[in-house]
């Protein structure tokens, strides 16, 4: 079955420190993959997107993301973070029934 | 930028009361979707709509209907709300394969 997971509920950093959210995939199909990050009250926005190409890719504010096929694996990083990064973070990925699936989530809390 | 609008932020009903929950984008796109998302149970896909007047089923449809008779508008309905139904939803319009979503409306049935 075609799944995504993400492998932490909850990630507690100190503001301008790094951070990886880690997204693990499941399928054995062509995949496209995709970070939405959701502000306290507010909808879903896309933060980036892995469609072909590059296996880095960029996204707004500061945010990338790696497309590693070997691992299955489509990890979020920042390099430094600010206290406005504080939210929740969705891995998602398009399955071929044209239905896009959402790992559970990871929220984010930075520390000042 | 795609616009999608959500007809309420915030909605209380009554159990057993019909609820409707409108959605609207401005980018003509033809896929449209109705999601809940509650705390643990991250999102949930309700109904999925790929034209005018198709609509299928996602993963939770019962107690639920959707209706799309325009393009740009998708709504959902709540045949008789009930308590566990209170929830977030969360609308959303397509144009490929990522979405864009509405600010969502926080529904509490009392």
């Known amino acids: 079955a075609q799944s995504v997971t993400q492998l932490d509920s909850q990630v507690p950093v100190f503001e301008e420190a790094p951070v990886e959210l880690r997204c693990n995939y499941s399928?054995?199909?062509?995949?496209?993959l995709f970070w939405y990050v959701q502000y306290p009250n507010q909808g879903l926005q896309l933060l980036l997107k892995y469609l072909s190409g590059s296996t880095l890719v960029k996204g707004i504010n500061g945010f990338e993301a790696e497309f590693n096929k070997s691992q299955t694996s489509f990890h979020l990083r920042k390099p430094s973070v600010h206290i406005s990064d504080t939210a929740e973070y969705f891995c998602?990925?398009?399955?071929?029934?044209?239905?896009?699936?959402f790992g559970s989530g990871t929220r984010l809390s930075i520390r000042p | 930028d795609v616009k999608v609008t959500q007809s309420s932020r915030y909605l209380v009903k009554r159990t057993g009361e019909k609820v409707f929950l409108e959605c609207v984008q401005d980018m003509d796109h033809e896929n449209m979707f109705w999601y809940r998302q509650d705390p643990g149970l991250g999102l949930r896909l309700i109904y999925f709509s790929y034209d005018v007047k198709m609509k299928e089923k996602g993963d939770i449809p019962e107690g639920y209907s959707v209706s799309r008779e325009k393009k740009e508008r998708f709504s959902l309905i709540l045949e008789s709300a009930s308590t566990n139904q209170t929830s977030m939803y969360l609308c959303?319009?397509?144009?490929?394969?990522?979405?864009?979503f509405g600010p969502g409306t926080r529904l509490t049935v009392l």
């Open positions: 959303a319009s397509s144009p490929d394969t990522w979405l864009y």
């Open positions: 399928s054995s199909v062509s995949v496209y």
């Open positions: 998602a990925y398009y399955s071929s029934a044209s239905k896009i699936i």
